[in-house]
């Protein structure tokens, strides 16, 4: 334990003071050591082709708001390491962030992240904007460029619910902690490329949200389609992507049920049509 947390039980005077809105920040000046230290890890690690990586991430955004979407498998190389990942998480009651890339580190910069937004409001008495989350997330990431160069990459997207724009919004990033608004759809991961040509195909600017759902789950089923490293629907066990939504009220995870029914949906169409369904010519 960091010295500052020692002795007579009396909290260090960082704590009796007014400290930055940065809970990075605060750590970083009150007890580093406890900061997750990825900087630091031997460059003779493990190949980075050989840890674990989560793969697809989806967003469509809705008249009402936006839709995360996530596919369950992690990669080690050519080996399934995990059939039921969760790559979704909830970072406030109006954002969530989906996570592609080196999956031990991703988790851990969710998880800060959460955080951060956290402490934000707490110091601040009001949430941080959408526009500052997604900045605040580029800042995060940006400290994750030296293991980034040795082929530990983690990529976010980032969705919310603007409440003063009343409306869902996407944000994607590079590795180096590059910030970008995305219009309407987005995807990230090995299957990606795939993900986007259905999300391309099957956007309507008057989706419901139960429709941004069957779409995204009609890009994860293309990407596992072509993309050995996309876990599509396993009927058998029952695992079935994760979906999130976000509208004015708030976010909310879909139900195992909810989902279930909309990915039987997708698997039972693709019987007769394999390839999915099709965009009007005109």
């Known amino acids: 334990m960091s010295e500052a947390f020692m002795g007579s039980g009396r909290l260090p005077a960082a704590f009796m003071s007014p400290g930055p809105t940065s809970f990075v920040d605060f750590l970083r000046q009150v007890s580093p050591d406890r900061l997750p230290n990825f900087a630091n890890l031997p460059s003779d690690s493990s190949p980075a082709h050989l840890t674990p990586e989560a793969t697809t991430i989806v967003a469509v955004v809705f008249s009402g708001g936006v839709v995360l979407a996530g596919d369950r498998r992690a990669t080690s190389g050519n080996v399934i390491a995990n059939r039921d990942m969760d790559k979704l998480f909830r970072t406030d009651e109006f954002s969530a962030v989906g996570i592609a890339g080196s999956a031990g580190i991703g ?56 409440t003063s724009r009343g409306e869902g919004r996407i944000f994607s990033y590079d590795p180096v902690g590059g910030c970008y608004e995305e219009h309407r759809y987005h995807a990230i991961g090995s299957g990606s490329v795939y993900a986007k040509g259905a999300l391309k195909k099957l956007y309507r600017d008057d989706l419901a949200e139960t429709d941004a759902a069957l779409v995204a789950l009609q890009a994860l089923y293309d990407a596992a389609d072509d993309d050995s490293a996309t876990g599509g629907p396993d009927l058998h066990r029952k695992i079935y992507p994760l979906v999130d939504v976000i509208t004015e009220d708030g976010h909310r995870r879909m139900s195992h049920e909810e989902v279930e029914s909309l990915a039987q949906t997708v698997v039972a169409a693709r019987a007769e049509h394999p390839d999915g369904p099709t965009a009007p010519v005109s």
């Open 107 to 162: 988790i851990e910069l969710a998880k800060l992240f959460q955080v951060e937004l956290e402490h934000y409001e707490k110091r601040e008495g009001r949430p941080l904007s959408l526009e500052g989350k997604a900045n605040r997330l580029a800042t995060m990431i940006r400290s994750n460029l030296g293991l980034a160069m040795q082929g530990f990459v983690v990529v976010p997207l980032l969705v919310g619910y603007d």
